[in-house]
């Protein structure tokens, strides 16, 4: 049977397609962004975490049982990296977001997931005047580092990628995404997770790689958005809320998209997440060009190959899928997410082995590494490929192997 399609509530006139054509049709090109003419933005109650609490297709004993395994029931078992102290690592890992997301849960905003961080402070009444934007832009970057984030880019405000109706998590309805008025930049900073934690996927030790960086994604955030209200500017920081940030972090160039879904950096491949902040404050947009990184999946299937269920394409980028879970309009490579979050909910912790296995994902400390991503993002791609062939793909670190170091 073929899935609903995607119902945004907001509706996509010709005008609104027009004008994205005259204001993104270039910068897209640049960057091989390839959208048709039934674009419709993406709902987030069809997202496969949301779907896992309402649509019977995906929700079951298995995907209660991963949630409740993060707050209430430790899912230990036998097994290296699913013990009792692997999950309460995970765990611990996860309670600074944790607690920014519970704050207003009576409100039905789980705040950096299902709705944006909610300002602490005021928008200061006196703005700091900007004479320069190019000099403030680098300023704000500065500021962002001195926070904490490991990259840092801005963009446009471009609505297509934002949520056409944002999750009301008390009652699961779909309710209108806003952002303060006046909103013109997004800056989308990196945030690179352990190393070594990752190369323990699947597990639950491996989870606090994810955990970890979620909640310190939520500091950098809140801090970055608070200095930029304290500059007389509206600014709100958000973490997996309000907007695909895949698309955004592509625009401020942070990276390239991969076949494993997500934005591959030069600096750590893969292993980075991201956050951001919408703001007002007079900003310059970065002007990214082609890295090479994105040409090198058109001739690789390593996280293909690598993942459990097979829920990762082996074929050409494609517009859309089968699923409600995939937006519509949008020429990528798109994910079997029911596969995906199906494995999760069997192993009761997040997956990212196709994060793990990819040959981007790398410290680049040493010089073999730093000449491999030279050639591989260059005209020495094909010998970069050959290189990994005879190398083969790093097996997974054992976590009793991590445990004792
Ligand atoms: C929901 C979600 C998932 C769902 C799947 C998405 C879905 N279809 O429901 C599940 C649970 C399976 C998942 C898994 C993972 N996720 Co996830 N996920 C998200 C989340 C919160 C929302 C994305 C969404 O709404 N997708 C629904 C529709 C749009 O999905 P889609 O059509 O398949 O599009 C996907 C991509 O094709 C891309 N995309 C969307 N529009 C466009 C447009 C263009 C032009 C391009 C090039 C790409 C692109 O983004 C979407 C990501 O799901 C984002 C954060 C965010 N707000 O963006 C993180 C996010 C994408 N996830 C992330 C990560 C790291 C993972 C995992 C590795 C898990 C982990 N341990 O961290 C795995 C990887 C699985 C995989 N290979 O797909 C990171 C990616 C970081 C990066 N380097 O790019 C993000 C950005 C979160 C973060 N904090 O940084 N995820
Ligand atoms: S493993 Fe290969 S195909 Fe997959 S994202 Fe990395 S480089 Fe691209
Ligand atoms: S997270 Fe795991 S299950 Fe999901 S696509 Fe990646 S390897 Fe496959």
Redo the contacts with the bound molecule.
Sequence with gaps: MAWPKNSPEAEITEQMRDDWAARFGESDAALG?ETTRDFQP?N?I????TRAFWDPKVKSDHTEGFFDSYRVAPAARRGQGFAQKDFALRNASWIISDLISDRGVEMGMREGFQALIQSDTPVAKQKVEIEDISAQSREIKRIARLFGADLVGITEIDER?HYASRVDTSDLTSVPNELPKGISHVIVMGHSMDFDLVETYPSALA?AS?GRE?SH?AAICIQLAAYIRGLGYEAVAS???T?????Y??KAGLGE?GR????L?PEFG?R????KIFTSLPLRADQPMPLGLNAYCHSCTVCADACPPK??PKGAPEIGSDSP???TG?K????N?EK??GY?AKIKT???I??RVCPFNRQYDRWQDRLWRWLAMGRGRVWAQRWMARQGTRARMKPAEWWSK
């Design positions: 962004i993406f987030q069809n997202d496969i975490f990628w989870g994810t979620y994604e973490m997996n809320d907007a695909l940030v895949i698309p972090a592509i998209y494993n879904q997500m934005v950096t893969p980075v997440r991201f956050s829920a990762l879970s995939t937006i949008v990528k490579w798109s994910a997410c995906c979050f999760w997040d997956c990212a196709c994060m």
